[in-house]
């Protein structure tokens, strides 16, 4: 199941559930910051224990030309 939340023109949160043995776990959630431009990427995997976080580098940079630092 995803549940999505978005913060209008400022980014946007979706979470994924698994059913499992009768309940509902928390399975990881993505994560955005930003307006038009994206400032931030984030997206936990709660199965794999894996976090990744993208961040822009590019600060004057228009719509559809980010430049991402992943670690």
Excluded at 25 to 38: A, E, M, Q
Aim: net charge positive; glycine share 8%.
């Amino acid at each position: 199941m995803y549940i999505n939340y978005g913060h209008a023109r400022y980014g946007y949160r979706q979470y994924v559930f698994r059913y499992q043995n009768s309940e509902l776990k928390l399975r990881g959630y993505d994560t955005s910051n930003g307006d038009v431009v994206i400032i931030g990427e984030t997206s936990i995997t709660f199965l794999t224990k894996k976090k990744q976080v993208k961040v822009n580098t590019n600060e004057n940079v228009q719509d559809g030309e980010e430049v991402f630092k992943e670690s």
